[in-house]
């Protein structure tokens, strides 16, 4: 139990389901998060209410929103089940064994194209440790670091600001691509001003990719075309692969679906790594993760 007031102690359950229920809007969404019944969401809410004499949600139709007492308890809710996580992992580091479970957040790309082999490594090295993973955009799984709802997070890198930390681990070239047929597919070179030109299919505007390219783009004084966006590379790669626009793949996923153009002067690239929130102790589970990453940088490195 847990004192927020001088009435009764307050579940950390209770609050794991407020905090389900504020974040995702939906008592039934909460249940599916914490995978509990409906009914179940709802009776601990109900309980957390009571013991704190106040209304934390108003139910409008089918539109669930924090009440004034509601948001104000949010990033208290957030700070108290923090500390617990860390004080449990604290305790649970006393013990030498890698053990428990290790919650991950990995971007599409990283979890079909880098993580396999490193989970089949970890899993042969640690078999008692039990795996959550999760397969979010990049920002998103930024978020869920930030809001310590998993241990570390496995993606695109952008700019880190406290209380995030990220740690480069693979450089991920950027290519130009386009079908096979596509006009610029067969000259040799071609400049960043004829590829502005045609139609492109690349993620979304907010994400770390999206900026890249458009970034690059802009320091020539070019705009996007932007034909459609989508956050799968497997889709961008199959658009671009029927002809419908130019994209930017990493070399990974390069092959004789997609036509590589040729731009002198122009390399793009990303960082890929990990991310973990630095007011939070790492497992000992989470450690050897990140101890494995450290090696498959070094070797990246070389």
Do not use: C
Request: net charge neutral; aromatic share 4%.
């Amino acid at each position: 139990m847990y004192w927020i007031t001088d009435r009764n102690p307050v579940d950390p359950a209770s609050l794991h389901a407020f905090l389900a229920v504020a974040e995702t809007g939906s008592f039934s969404a909460a249940g599916e998060r914490l995978h509990l019944t409906q009914p179940a969401i709802s009776k601990r809410i109900a309980a957390l209410e009571s013991d704190l004499g106040r209304r934390l949600f108003d139910r409008i139709g089918r539109r669930i929103a924090p009440t004034e007492a509601g948001r104000a308890l949010l990033p208290h809710a957030r700070r108290i089940l923090g500390e617990l996580d860390d004080t449990r992992r604290a305790l649970d580091n006393l013990d030498t064994e890698v053990g428990g479970r290790l919650q991950l957040a990995t971007s599409h790309h990283i979890g079909l194209h880098r993580l396999p082999p490193l989970l089949r490594r970890f899993g042969r090295e640690h078999p008692q440790v039990a795996l959550d993973i999760r397969f979010l955009d990049s920002e998103q799984a930024w978020d869920e670091v930030l809001h310590g709802r998993v241990d570390l997070a496995l993606t695109t890198l952008g700019p880190a600001t406290a209380p995030l930390r990220a740690v480069p681990v693979w450089d991920d070239p950027l290519e130009f691509v386009v079908a096979p047929d596509h006009p610029l597919a067969h000259r040799g070179e071609v400049s960043l001003q004829e590829i502005a030109a045609h139609p492109a299919v690349l993620p979304d505007a907010g994400t770390f990719t999206h900026r890249i390219v458009a970034e690059r783009l802009a320091a020539e004084g070019l705009a996007l075309r932007l034909r459609m966006t989508s956050n799968s590379l497997e889709t961008l790669k199959m658009l671009a692969s029927v002809g419908l626009a130019w994209s930017v793949l990493p070399h990974t996923m390069l092959d004789a679906q997609v036509a590589v153009l040729r731009v002198p002067g122009v390399r793009l690239h990303r960082q890929l790594g990990h991310v973990a929130h630095t007011g939070r102790t790492l497992s000992n589970a989470a450690r050897a993760f990140v101890a494995m990453l450290d090696t498959e940088a070094m070797q990246d490195d070389a």
